[in-house]
């Protein structure tokens, strides 16, 4: 697989958001949440209401970088029995409907390399996913995993600490493809109330080594997280713990999940675009 291809949907929707003079909005769903295939509905909702790109993660047993809306958004698609392999049938299916939209996995080591490494950046691939964030994977440690996943036309997604020290972020840039996943705050995920950003420094450095697009993520839960994280430098923003929590609010009522998770999408993508 040629570099060229490797995050090639990313790269097509950056270059359009930059000609249309707008940010990125991406939801996150946990597959399998409330169960398939209601996730299924949800996603296709997303991009229905014009989400730019998508990112899912595989339910995991001890998943260290997630917050409790969505451990627990785990916790309902194991019960629901979201396996693996169920969860990649999915996105085969949505990859289909959806031939352009870029999709991102969020998981873990221990998914990744149960059954191969190779084997697991296969399946990815097969199942249309572009790019393949693995959270428990510091840099230092990254380089098996960014090969195998260009090896197979995945790009690798790394996460960028906004107090990284220089050399972790000229290895971030220089093993990341599709995008670079930038934190807005320290710990674990969540839907804060108040987001206070101070990125210029993480930003010129990631750009200096060449690293892909910044997206922020991590507390981004309402308009004003996103219209912040633009004007703070980042190309887009990346939401999950707030559709999680909408999910969760409304597990007796698909109808009125579905309405909220669209209208959530809409605001939020609405809010990467300058006025008038």
Partial sequence: MTAALVGARYAAMFDARRGSREGVFVPFFMLGDPDLQT???????????????????????????????????GMRAHAAGATTARCFELLAELRAEAPAVPLGLLTYANLVVQGGVGV?????RASGIDSVLVADVPAREAEPFAGAARAHGVAPVLIAPPDAPEATLS???RLSDGYTYCVARKGVTGADEDVS?????????????GAPPPLLGFGI???????AALAAGAAGAISGSANASRIEANLRDANAMLAEVRAFVRDMKAATRAPG
Avoid: M, N
């Avoid at 697991?120 to 990815?124: D, E, G, I, K, P």
């Avoid at 839960?221 to 219209?227: A, F, I, K």
């Fill in 39 to 73: 996730s299924a509905r949800l996603l296709r909702a997303a991009v229905s209401a014009g989400a730019d790109a998508l990112e899912v993660g595989l339910p995991f047993s001890d998943p260290i970088a997630d917050g409790v809306a969505i451990q627990r958004a």
């Fill in 120 to 124: 697991f950046y296969s399946l990815a």
């Fill in 171 to 173: 290895t971030i840039a």
């Fill in 197 to 209: 950003l101070s990125h210029g420094r993480l930003f010129a450095t990631l750009a200096k080594h």
């Fill in 221 to 227: 839960s309402s308009p004003v997280h996103v219209r």
